[in-house]
């Protein structure tokens, strides 16, 4: 995770954000003129759309190391909200909850494709739905990106082995529609073996 929560509200703050970027003459949004390492902490903590998909928990084939994601959440995850409850000490909390750096990112393979973080280290835009681009955190959960509404619970009501019962696949996909920089017209495996749980990004 970032030094964010998940869904924490989007900074206003941002000096040199322009939501209309799009606009002839409008300023160039931070997230297309910086490289992520050159970003400071304000603008990289709102590059976090709130999603909490890195917040799943993931379990890791023992023989390949593939990483597959499962419904079940950090135990730390609000699944209303999409917040983390004590984001500030989750590293102290959650020992593998993993601190995203510009260096961190270009190692994780297995952050979600819809991870802003992940999108413009590989030279994309953020999408339509993005709060920084919408203007609104709503719209990740409209969108059908973040987790909401798609939990089974907390990793402390699941055993190890009931984990593989709950490998999903949507943490890894885009849903229909949510592809795209521009707002829409109309807004409306066999299972790997488990080694050991991860958490966090
Ligand atoms: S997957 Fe990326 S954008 Fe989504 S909550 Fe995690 S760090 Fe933020
Ligand atoms: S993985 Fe857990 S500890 Fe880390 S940010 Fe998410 S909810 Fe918080």
Redesign the pocket.
């Given at each position: 995770?970032p030094d964010r929560?998940?869904s924490d509200p989007v900074p206003t703050a941002v000096p040199d954000v322009a939501p209309d970027a799009g606009t002839p003459g409008a300023a160039v949004p931070f997230w297309r003129a910086k490289s992520l390492a050159h970003m400071n902490p304000t603008e990289w903590e709102s590059l976090c759309d709130g999603c909490?998909r890195?917040?799943l928990v993931k379990l890791e084939d023992e023989d390949s190391g593939d990483i597959a994601y499962t419904d079940v959440?950090?135990?730390?995850?609000?699944t209303h909200s999409c917040?983390?409850?004590?984001?500030p000490n989750?590293?102290e909390?959650?020992s593998?909850?993993?601190r995203l750096t510009p260096e961190a990112v270009a190692e994780l393979s297995w952050l979600p494709p819809t991870c802003a973080y992940r999108l413009l280290d590989e030279g994309k835009d953020l999408p339509w739905w993005h709060p920084l681009v919408s203007g609104s955190a709503e719209t990740v959960h409209e969108a059908g990106i973040s987790v909401r509404g798609k939990v089974a619970g907390g990793e402390q009501m699941f055993g190890l082995f009931e984990l593989v019962d709950h490998v999903v696949s949507w943490p890894l996909r885009w849903p229909k529609g949510s592809r795209g920089t521009g707002l829409p017209a109309r807004r409306t495996r066999a299972a790997p073996r488990p080694r050991k749980p991860l958490?966090?990004?």
């Open positions: 995770m929560a998940p909490g890195c917040c959440v950090c135990r730390l995850f609000e917040h983390c409850s004590d984001y989750r590293q909390q959650v593998d909850c993993v958490t966090g990004a």
